[in-house]
């Protein structure tokens, strides 16, 4: 069965510090990884998304490293802000490049920033 | 704003009544997801368009689900003699795919959050 698998299930950090979120898939065949973040309440918000060749992508404070071989991606995320509080999802694409209507969604990150 | 909108973003229903949501997705984005999402729980396919066009259905999507898109640009989704079961946050997306192949970004709606006592 595809899976994705993220750790920890929930982090908290204080705000300035940087932190990393793991992501372990075993979705085959694979097309391309997404790290989308969630805030309560609210529709996923796209951070990067990565196809199998491209090992990172950054966005802003956010920077995401894939691992084609061994199925492995982080979130890192620097100089945490008390906005950053949320869920962050990894989200893999099942099946050749265009299905993007197969998307396997890990279970998400819960990060909460303090003061 | 020019996102992705939902209406309405709450509805408290009783069981076996019908409930109609509204998806408006980014102008000229030709693909439209819904998902259903519970608590705890990464969103589920439900079903997509390409234009006006349903391309795929889910196994999630029960006789009681039904879906348009009739131009091409809003969607509705629908469901019939709701359950308790159906209550979760349903959740629009559209992107904008230049070919078959290409990789689309999905934006993401706020959502419905659907209650059924």
């Known amino acids: 069965k595809n899976q994705v698998e993220q750790s920890p299930q929930s982090l908290i950090i204080l705000e300035g510090k940087n932190c990393t979120l793991q992501?372990?898939?075993?979705?085959?065949?694979?097309?391309?990884l997404r790290w989308y973040k969630q805030d309560t309440g609210r529709g996923p918000v796209s951070l990067t998304i990565m196809t199998f060749s491209e090992n990172t992508k950054s966005n802003g404070r956010y920077t995401a490293t894939l691992d084609a071989d061994t199925k492995q991606s982080s979130l890192h995320i620097t100089a945490s802000q008390l906005s950053d509080s949320a869920s962050y999802i990894c989200?893999?694409?099942?099946?050749?490049?265009?299905?993007?209507?197969?998307?396997?969604w890990g279970l998400g990150t819960s990060l909460a920033v303090n003061p | 704003d020019t996102g992705v909108s939902q209406d309405p973003r709450h509805k408290i229903t009783k069981r076996g009544q019908n409930v109609t949501f509204r998806c408006d997705p980014i102008s000229e984005h030709n693909r439209l997801y819904w998902y259903r999402q519970t608590l705890g729980q990464g969103p589920e396919f439900l079903t997509y368009f390409q234009n006006e066009a349903q391309l795929e259905k889910s196994r999630l999507l029960s006789d009681r689900f039904s879906a348009e898109r009739p131009k091409g640009s809003f969607s509705t989704l629908e469901i019939q003699r709701t359950e308790q079961g159906d209550s979760a946050m349903y959740l629009c997306?559209?992107?904008?795919?230049?070919?078959?192949?290409?990789?689309?970004?999905?934006?993401f709606g706020p959502g419905t959050r659907l209650t059924v006592l």
């Open positions: 989200v893999v694409s099942e099946g050749s490049a265009g299905n993007n209507r197969k998307l396997i």
């Open positions: 997306a559209s992107s904008l795919s230049l070919t078959v192949t290409s990789t689309d970004t999905q934006y």
């Open positions: 992501c372990n898939y075993t979705v085959s065949p694979f097309s391309n």
